[in-house]
């Protein structure tokens, strides 16, 4: 998983533990881990961490029925290859599991 800004996101098995693997929408529909947010990269496929940039406003959207996040402004979807670890945009297909993403809410005590 990339950390840093301008790191390539990269997946890997789930731990369940938090950490890098922790990502969450804020109130202006930007996708983050930690307190960076997880952009488009300059080829338009690849998706970056990099600093959140308070112009750059609903930039996914998660549909909680079908799993699946948006890039609100190229309407691709959030894709992944689990064989090359990578996250990137593709065409949105309503048949490919590695487009669903399930995210649960999480409540601190």
């Known amino acids: 998983m990339g950390h840093t800004n301008g790191g390539i996101v990269e997946i890997g098995a789930c731990h369940r533990m938090g950490g890098n693997q922790l990502f969450r929408i804020n ?10 947010c997880l952009s488009k990269g300059p080829d338009g496929l690849k998706v970056m961490i990099t600093h959140c940039n308070l112009n750059e406003y609903k930039e996914w959207q998660y549909f909680k029925n079908i799993h699946r996040f948006t890039h609100i402004p190229t309407g691709k979807c959030l894709d992944r290859s ?28």
């Open 27 to 36: 109130e202006a529909n930007q996708l983050m881990q930690y307190d960076q």
């Open 82 to 109: 689990e064989a090359l670890h990578q996250v990137f945009l593709s065409d949105c297909d309503s048949s490919k599991p590695s487009q669903k993403w399930e995210m649960n809410n999480i409540l601190s005590v």
